[in-house]
């Protein structure tokens, strides 16, 4: 993943991350970008591409969506949800993460689904 130069404690740079079909994007505990993967860079190319690395996701989000990750992040809460944009929908997974047991930040997944899809109930 693209990362903030000079960080050494990240995620591990993995190429499977880097090309990954959905965009993955990563913030510390306050909200600053800290890695993308090529999919989330390409998604936010109006708002910067690579040039958000290092930036605060707050300000890249209007209300009523910067209130509710500011909820999210406080409250350590995952938050998932579908959208449709560009004829496109997409899977929303926003989840705090951690390491070695602390609360670190929040990930973001946003991978695009099919309109209809099967739905399977497994035991």
Known sequence: MRM???DSDMVAN????????????VCDTIGIILEMNDEAVKANLDQGGEKLIG???LECHPEPAR???VELMESRQANVYTIEKNGKKKLIHQTPWYKNGKY????????EIPHA???FARD
């Not at 670190?104 to 991978?111: D, R």
């Open 4 to 6: 903030k130069k000079n």
């Open 14 to 25: 993995h190429a499977w991350v880097q090309e990954y079909v959905g965009a993955i994007t």
């Open 55 to 57: 930036t605060n996701l």
């Open 67 to 69: 209130s509710k990750l």
């Open 104 to 111: 670190s930040g929040f990930i973001e997944l946003s991978l």
């Open 117 to 119: 899809m099967p739905h």
